[in-house]
């Protein structure tokens, strides 16, 4: 079945306690994508990958990091989480970069 | 920058049609999406148009394209309790792999 996992789906953490969300796809798409998600915002786009070695910034990255040391994965790192971080966080893969799909989230909370 | 807007709470009687209305402020915008998220879920590409057409129409869903008044709408016929989610609207631009998502649209449907 052609899906975008993400794991955890839920993980609740301290300040300053580095973590690792992980996005895998299994549809061979070039581009990926992190958003979070919070109330009367909508999706607000984090970083994104066009392909293997290739990440940008987007609308909102302070505080995140991301790789693309392989097509399928694209790992979300928060080296020092803040309580603001607390959010609902979504993984997409496109083979273009428009039509995109996204994994079932992670919500985080930061305390 | 892209600014993507949408009413907040939309509420319909089951079997009569729901209109769910965005506008956006990029004239440049090439490609627009609805996606629907239903609760505890990730978002799920319903349909999309790009920015030549006026109007698409698949099975209960028509969306329709006003680029004049950068406006776009999305009628679900026939409206079901099953249509009951959030509905997000999204535009894209050509040279642009990003996405600018509306704050969504709370669609509920009365039995």
């Known amino acids: 079945e052609a899906q975008v996992t993400q794991n955890p789906r839920y993980l609740i953490t301290v300040t300053g306690k580095k973590l690792t969300v992980t996005c895998s796809q299994n549809?061979?798409?070039?581009?990926m994508s992190w958003y979070r998600q919070d109330p009367g915002l909508g999706l607000r786009q984090i970083y994104y990958s066009m392909n293997v070695e290739v990440t940008d910034k987007g609308d909102v990255p302070e505080g995140y990091k991301v790789s693309r040391k392989e097509k399928r994965n694209f790992p979300l790192i928060l080296e020092s989480p803040s309580p603001n971080q607390t959010s609902l966080y979504f993984c997409?893969?496109?083979?273009?970069?428009?039509?995109?799909?996204f994994g079932p989230g992670t919500r985080l909370t930061v305390l | 920058g892209e600014d993507v807007e949408q009413s907040l709470f939309l509420s319909v009687r089951e079997g009569d049609s729901s209109v769910i209305n965005c506008t956006y402020t990029?004239?440049?915008?090439?490609?627009l999406y609805w996606y629907k998220q239903e609760p505890g879920a990730g978002l799920q590409l319903l349909t999309y148009i790009f920015s030549n057409m006026d109007m698409k129409q698949d099975q209960r869903l028509t969306v329709l394209l006003n680029k004049k008044d950068k406006h776009l709408s999305l009628r679900i016929a026939d409206t079901q309790t099953g249509d009951s989610a959030i509905y997000f609207c999204?535009?894209?631009?050509?040279?642009?792999?990003?996405?600018?998502f509306g704050s969504g649209t709370r669609l509920l449907v009365r039995p």
């Open positions: 997409a893969s496109s083979l273009t970069g428009n039509e995109q799909f």
């Open positions: 999204a535009v894209a631009m050509d040279s642009s792999y990003k996405l600018i």
């Open positions: 990029d004239s440049s915008s090439t490609y």
């Open positions: 549809m061979n798409h070039e581009y």
